[in-house]
């Protein structure tokens, strides 16, 4: 599973370029988030394309950002990609943050109990998730997903969770549901009733639906009062997503997901 498989994001940064009050900052983070999407390194008339801006204007952009060392240029190919000082500013920031300190462990512990793949992700609305924090059981079954990845905020078992605790109308929700991308997609009826199983269990699930064959669960998790702001997500296939087993994960998830929602909030 990959950011890469949903194309829709690149409308969506564009959209966000034309409604920005700072547009000199929504430009750079724009064409950030675009190249470290791309598999590949992007020329300029490339990155303007699809984010709708000037070429000169995007050069102008990506000169600074070169120089700043976030951005690096290959002069053979006139191509630009991410330079190292990216992962600085994220190690940096992972350290200071207190979700991934005090969910890392947690996320560790559920790996190797269950045998999965674990993740943290950060909320943003119904806009997107960030995946920030990640641990892998090392069994034969892995997730390609990388900290740092984002999808659709509606996307999967996290999606549910959102529409479930986010006190969202339907007239916000129907549109965005409708551009996900699923190898077995639910109904709108189907997804609808998953919602409310989850808004009463306190615990999502997508048994296939977003990728075939793989079972997700995803729990929420509060920082402050109202919407949550994260959410702990575990992912697999085998027998810990069947028969006893998944009952006992979403227990255990729901456990820790409550836990650290009391760390976070003090």
């Given at each position: 599973m990959s950011s890469d498989q949903h194309p829709v994001i690149d409308s969506q940064l564009a959209t966000s370029l034309k409604a920005s009050k700072a547009p000199a900052i929504s430009r750079a983070a724009a064409i950030l988030r675009l190249l470290g999407k791309r598999s590949q390194p992007m020329g300029v008339q490339a990155i303007a394309r699809e984010l709708g801006l000037v070429p000169s204007t995007c050069l102008y952009v990506l000169r600074a950002l070169a120089e700043e060392e976030l951005v690096a240029f290959d002069p053979d190919t006139k191509r630009y990609a991410l330079d190292a000082g990216v992962l600085t500013l994220a190690r940096q920031w992972l350290r200071h943050d207190q979700f991934h300190?005090?969910?890392?462990?947690?996320?560790?512990?559920?790996?190797?109990?269950?045998?999965?793949?674990?993740?943290?992700?950060?909320?943003?609305?119904?806009?997107?998730?960030?995946?920030?924090?990640?641990?892998?059981?090392?069994?034969?079954?892995?997730?390609?997903?990388?900290?740092?990845?984002?999808?659709?905020?509606?996307?999967?078992?996290?999606?549910?969770?959102?529409?479930?605790?986010?006190?969202?109308?339907?007239?916000?929700?129907?549109?965005?549901?409708?551009?996900l991308?699923?190898?077995?997609?639910?109904?709108?009826?189907?997804?609808?009733?998953?919602?409310?199983?989850?808004?009463?269990t306190g615990i999502a699930v997508d048994a296939g639906h977003y990728i075939s064959g793989v079972t997700v669960v995803a729990a929420p998790v509060w920082k402050t009062e109202g919407r949550p702001s994260h959410a702990l997500v575990a992912i697999g296939i085998g027998s810990a997503m069947r028969g006893e087993g998944l009952p006992r994960l979403k227990e255990t998830l729901l456990g820790a997901s409550r836990s650290l929602s009391d760390q976070l909030s003090g």
């Amino acid at each position: 599973m990959s950011s890469d498989q949903h194309p829709v994001i690149d409308s969506q940064l564009a959209t966000s370029l034309k409604a920005s009050k700072a547009p000199a900052i929504s430009r750079a983070a724009a064409i950030l988030r675009l190249l470290g999407k791309r598999s590949q390194p992007m020329g300029v008339q490339a990155i303007a394309r699809e984010l709708g801006l000037v070429p000169s204007t995007c050069l102008y952009v990506l000169r600074a950002l070169a120089e700043e060392e976030l951005v690096a240029f290959d002069p053979d190919t006139k191509r630009y990609a991410l330079d190292a000082g990216v992962l600085t500013l994220a190690r940096q920031w992972l350290r200071h943050d207190q979700f991934h300190e005090l969910a890392q462990p947690l996320l560790d512990r559920l790996a190797r109990e269950f045998g999965l793949t674990t993740l943290g992700a950060q909320l943003f609305g119904l806009d997107h998730i960030i995946v920030t924090a990640m641990s892998q059981s090392g069994e034969a079954f892995q997730l390609s997903t990388q900290v740092g990845s984002r999808f659709p905020a509606l996307v999967s078992a996290t999606g549910r969770c959102i529409a479930a605790f986010g006190g969202w109308s339907d007239a916000q929700l129907k549109p965005r549901f409708e551009k996900l991308r699923w190898d077995e997609a639910p109904s709108w009826e189907e997804w609808k009733a998953q919602v409310t199983e989850a808004r009463e269990t306190g615990i999502a699930v997508d048994a296939g639906h977003y990728i075939s064959g793989v079972t997700v669960v995803a729990a929420p998790v509060w920082k402050t009062e109202g919407r949550p702001s994260h959410a702990l997500v575990a992912i697999g296939i085998g027998s810990a997503m069947r028969g006893e087993g998944l009952p006992r994960l979403k227990e255990t998830l729901l456990g820790a997901s409550r836990s650290l929602s009391d760390q976070l909030s003090g």
